[in-house]
T-cell receptor
Framework: GAVVSQHPSWVICKSGTSVKIECRSL??????MFWYRQFPKQSLMLMAT?????????EQGVEKDKFLINHASLTLSTLTVTSAHPEDSSFYIC???????????FGQGTRLTVV | AQSVTQLGSHVSVSEGALVLLRCNYS??????LFWYVQYPNQGLQLLLK??????LVKGINGFEAEFKKSETSFHLTKPSAHMSDAAEYFC?????????FGAGTRLTVKP
């Protein structure tokens, strides 16, 4: 299966600053990557689908200007949380699939704490 | 649209006891079903999956699940729980790269 590396694994930032999270597919060229957000003791909520070379597709209710996604290459997608606020504190996870209807391979997640 | 319902947000069993985590799905097309496990502050790991073929699927760590179309269920079982099985378990349904997760079930294993 695909190996997905997410960086950083945790980050603390001040309110108003921006934070970039990287998701790398180490052994697979991923035309599509997925970004999820997970609140404590809750399930994963799909935020957006990141498409290589084109704009991301955001789920309803997700602010695209706040959560900037860039999928510049087949192995790298980035999620930038802009002007972060304490309510953005959460666990962010990326994943890739190797085709439709196949299992997803997940990064190890990034815990963001905004103070 | 697809969705998954996991009955029971928290299941507690004794070490050595049967583990049963329930999952029911809703899908207008033949579903692709998955069970994932998540340990604290980590991403998700695939336990097992059902795509087509045999309805009883065996996964890692002694887990298995049975796809029952008539019941729209995909319950996860393990005959004998280990302490190391304590984690959060997610059922998921997928169609055409659209994967949706259940709310999760936290499994606690008592010594």
């Amino acid at each position: 299966g695909a190996v997905v590396s997410q960086h950083p694994s945790w980050v603390i930032c001040k309110s108003g600053t921006s934070v970039k999270i990287e998701c790398r597919s180490l052994d697979f060229q991923a035309t599509t990557m997925f970004w999820y957000r997970q609140f404590p003791k809750q399930s994963l909520m799909l935020m957006a689908t990141s498409n290589e070379g084109s704009k991301a597709t955001y789920e309803q209710g997700v602010e695209k200007d706040k959560f900037l996604i860039n999928h510049a290459s087949l192995t790298l997608s980035t999620l930038t949380v802009t002007s972060a606020h304490p309510e953005d504190s959460s666990f962010y996870i990326c994943s890739v699939t190797q085709g439709a209807n196949t299992e997803a391979f997940f990064g190890q997640g990034t815990r963001l704490t905004v103070v | 649209a697809q969705s998954v319902t996991q009955l029971g947000s928290h299941v507690s069993v004794s070490e050595g006891a049967l583990v049963l985590l329930r999952c029911n799905y809703s899908s207008s097309v033949p579903p692709y079903l998955f069970w994932y496990v998540q340990y604290p502050n980590q991403g998700l790991q695939l336990l097992l999956k059902y795509t087509t073929g045999a309805t009883l699927v065996k996964g890692i760590n002694g887990f298995e699940a049975e796809f029952k179309k008539s019941e729209t269920s995909f319950h996860l079982t393990k005959p004998s729980a280990h302490m190391s099985d304590a984690a959060e378990y997610f059922c998921a349904v997928s169609y055409n790269n659209d994967m949706r997760f259940g709310a999760g079930t936290r499994l606690t294993v008592k010594p």
